[in-house]
């Protein structure tokens, strides 16, 4: 939390928080396929 800030201040950190933010949406995208796997098991 204390790097967001700190972004501000540095814009050219803000160049590289976009690449670090982009990397971080992609770990929860291959979990988003793991629940609606659940899903298709009722008997869990």
Do not use: C, F, W, Y
């Not at 790097?3 to 995208?29: C, F, L, M």
């Amino acid at each position: 939390m204390l790097h967001i800030p700190d972004q501000k201040h540095h814009p050219i950190r803000g160049k590289e928080a976009t690449e670090s933010g982009s990397k971080k949406p992609v770990n929860p995208v291959p979990t988003l396929p793991v629940i609606p796997t659940q899903k298709s098991h009722p008997s869990r």
